[in-house]
């Protein structure tokens, strides 16, 4: 039998022990098994207390059971739910019982999902919206998966394929009418009015200035510096925990120290680095390399200085705040025009200060994602190929036909877009991410 014809269930709730864990199973045999372990089966859509019970008659759990039949499900499939008590040994002796019964078997990572999607119940951005939902560390994240979910790439893209129909439509007909000059001038005339309309609406949201593809990922933000003028004591002072080794010592730190936060709901990725100095000592230089290599990629450098002067290398990308360190033992200010905060990462002096102005340049780094229609790399690419298709079909003296065939891959393009073809070499990527449950 083909997976796809065989009954999955799954654990669909955290980690146990819990209160309560949730079981559960979409395919062909779903209201088969629920009605073989519970004993029957309930109205759609209404939880029912029931006793569980196994092939052998022995008692499972006393649980709540819901059915909800096919189409009218998650999956598009018939779909069972057991809400079970959340111990491992009540898990362990209802996925017994329904591994029991004949093509039924433990889902794999975003096998749902897929099912879901297969079934028509989503397209692909409405799916890649889900996995950034799970994914999701802060509200920023959230609130852009959830728009996304909602349809917000999907529903224009079906849009857009509707027109580029359409055009492709008054295109045939006017192949048609031929020999009727009048009648395909204007049929033509349309077709082209449309399709640049079209390609002016793509070409704005590809141009629109919007983070939204980082904030998936994260702003960089590295702390660097030479040795011992403070770094990890900021990298603990921010993430509010022992993350770092603090020392006297120079090049205690040898490789990159990462930390993930959520700023004002923004997520950070934070780097602790290497003191930057010469050194004989291999493993030091490496450590070296790999902290100007990170720095070099980073959002933004704090840089610090204790006051000692040492000159900072020069980065040709990102942007560089350099920070005086130890204000609680160097009471004296810095004359320096440039340093931009006067900070104590032992007492927390000026830490507050820092933290905001690091949220406010989060901010302005991602600007209104919420306008930001493009939220993956693989979006960006269909789009652009799509608007590169309508820009061939404009070419003047073109052919109909030609025209015709740009437009047909123009659709084409946004048709792998929303998954519906020859997306099957990312499909296993994209849902291979999921969880097991979903």
């Not at 309508?390 to 003047?396: A, T, V």
Request: aromatic share 4%; glycine share 10%.
């Amino acid at each position: 039998m083909h997976a796809n014809d065989q009954t999955i269930f799954a654990l669909a709730t955290g980690l146990l022990p819990s209160a309560i864990a949730i079981v559960r199973m979409s395919g062909p045999r779903a209201g088969e098994v629920l009605k073989a372990v519970a004993g029957e089966l309930p109205p759609p859509r209404t939880a029912r207390q029931a006793a569980l019970r196994a092939h052998s008659g022995g008692p499972i759990d006393d649980a709540l059971v819901l059915w909800f039949p096919a189409p009218s499900s998650a999956t598009g499939e018939d779909v069972a739910e057991f809400h079970i008590h959340g111990g491992r040994a009540v898990l362990a002796s209802l996925t017994a019982a329904l591994s029991s019964f004949d093509d039924v078997r433990p889902a794999e990572p975003g096998e749902f999902t897929r099912r879901a999607f297969e079934h028509g119940k989503l397209d692909l951005t409405e799916a890649e919206g889900l996995d950034d939902l799970i994914h999701a560390d802060t509200e920023m994240q959230r609130r852009q998966a959830m728009r996304q979910l909602g349809g917000l790439l999907g529903d224009r893209a079906r849009q857009w394929r509707a027109q580029i129909i359409e055009a492709a439509a008054l295109i045939e007909a006017g192949i048609d009418f031929s020999d009727e000059g009048d009648v395909q001038g204007d049929l033509m005339a349309l077709a082209f009015r449309k399709i640049a309309e079209l390609h002016s609406e793509i070409s704005e949201v590809l141009a629109a200035e919007s983070k939204s593809e980082r904030l998936r990922d994260g702003l960089v933000v590295a702390i660097a510096g030479a040795p011992n003028v403070g770094k990890s004591t900021l990298l603990n002072r921010l993430a509010r925990r022992e993350v770092a080794i603090v020392s006297p010592h120079a090049g205690t730190t040898r490789d990159v120290i990462e930390v993930h936060l959520d700023l004002g709901g923004y997520p950070v990725t934070l780097f602790d680095t290497a003191g930057i100095r010469d050194s004989t000592d291999p493993v030091e230089q490496e450590g070296i390399r790999r902290a100007q290599a990170r720095v070099g990629d980073a959002d933004l450098v704090l840089w610090l200085d204790d006051g000692r002067g040492e000159a900072r290398p020069s980065w040709p990308d990102g942007t560089v705040w350099r920070l005086q360190t130890k204000a609680d033992v160097n009471r004296t200010a810095s004359a320096d025009a440039g340093i931009r905060l006067r900070i104590s990462a032992a007492t927390g002096e000026g830490i507050d200060l820092l933290i905001a102005a690091l949220q406010q340049f989060a901010a302005d780094y991602f600007g209104s994602s919420e306008a930001g229609v493009i939220t993956r790399h693989r979006h960006r690419a269909t789009l652009q190929d799509a608007a590169s298709m309508l820009q061939c079909s404009m070419k003047p003296g073109l052919e109909p036909e030609l025209v015709a065939e740009e437009l047909r891959l123009a659709s084409r393009s946004l048709g792998r877009l929303l998954g519906r073809v020859d997306v099957e070499d990312v499909l296993g990527e994209i849902f291979g991410r999921f969880c097991i449950g979903k």
